[in-house]
């Protein structure tokens, strides 16, 4: 058992190497100054290897993600900094096991659950993701027209909802999947945003990295139930069902459509995969240190504890970090908004379409071939529409997010492990057991945030 968890720990400290192994190697180039055209064609090639992967990582970083990030910067300052280090590995571990679901199976995830499991297991995690994943399209379409607000104040609230309601069901059902794909992988780099934000804000550095790696926990309430949320933003059900949906998209956009055609996979495939998925979750997590880093450094030691949205947090830093850090918090929580409401409709539809054996039925499929299946992304946006005209605060909708998030996350977590650690299954690409190990350990702690989550409602 020593030797196993000696395994695990080198697994966790070698992954962030093999993500960023092209950075590395450039780096290295021109150390030794190889000729800028190398460099040049390395990025390229990096570039073009990133996919699901990265969008996934970054559609986690909704502007529900950036609320929970300011506020716990806001309230605590650099102590809960390491968490962004923390949760990295973990994220990264479970979205490899999804991506190699897809990848060997040539189904999602729900199309696997209902195979492999009982039929009440599916329906229960479907509706459960359905429901978090329309307050959670709600609270982000919301969150977008705020942010546009800060930019235009004189812009009306409706209008704006409506608008980017529209625009995103207009993207996702007319525009072909290649195409899409490309426009939300373009779309992921809006997060350097909050990155150039906070190195706008001028920081102390040297205090920012010695507290962002040096655990730090009181053990009060509100501490607790923020990481709770913290780790239910991060690691959330609808990242799973979209990561190994997306691979089989990418699967069928390369002339494999028919499932024996994309079962099995190959190693240069998973290395891909790899670098692609710990490449997302990279760029996921570092946002994530970046934001608690500036709401830290600037609003909790200005006495400014309390953030309840983006828009808030963008509106609070600029006294202290200026015109340049609010503009660019305020496009983050526009363009983090276009990227993330997409993969949370489309999660839903997913799994929907999977558990309910609809064939066909995918963004490489038109409106005209997949009725059903944009017809459950349409009523996932209608329904987030609709929350924010009916008087539902938007913190209620992500209160409700989170309990949906609670709930599910643990089962899908449970059947995703051992879906991967089956050799029936997965053959030749079967977890490794120091995977295995990581996978119930993310499971345990997510059943545990998931409880705290939701007793805390009550």
Known sequence: MEEQAKK???????APAKALDVAVSTSTAMTNKIPAGQIVKKTKAYWHS?????????SDDDPSGIA???????????????LSAFTFPLMAVVQEMCARIGLVTGR?????????????????CT?????????????????????VQLLKPDLNFGVLVVGFTLFSLFMQIFTPYAKYAKYLKWLAMVLLAYIFSAILAKLNWGEVLH???IPHITWDKDQLLLICAILGTTISPYLFFWQTSQEVE???????????????????????MRIDVWSGMFLSNIVMFFIIAACGALLFKNGITNITSAAQAAEALRPFAGNATYWLFAIGIIGTGLLAIPVLAGSSSYAVAESMRWHQQGLNSKLNQAHAF????????????AMNFIGLDPIKALIYSAIGNGLVAPIVLFLVVRLSSNKKIMGEWVNKPSTTVIGWFVTGLMAIAGAAAIISMF
């Open 8 to 14: 695990t720990i080198r697994k966790i400290s070698e």
């Open 50 to 58: 990133l996919g699901p992967g990265l969008t996934t990582g970054a």
């Open 68 to 82: 929970t990030y300011s506020q716990t910067g806001a309230q605590y300052g650099f102590q809960l900094l390491w």
């Open 108 to 124: 999602g995830l729900a199309g696997n659950i209902r195979v492999h499991f009982s039929r009440k297991v599916i329906v229960a």
């Open 127 to 147: 509706v459960l993701l359905f429901a978090a994943n329309a307050f959670n399209v709600g609270a982000d379409l919301g969150a977008m027209a705020k942010g």
């Open 211 to 213: 507290q962002g790696f």
């Open 250 to 272: 990418e699967q069928i956009l390369q002339g494999n459509t028919s499932l024996v055609q994309r079962q099995g996979t190959t190693k240069k495939a998973v290395k891909e």
């Open 374 to 385: 944009y017809g459950i992304v349409i009523i996932s946006m209608f329904a987030g529409l």
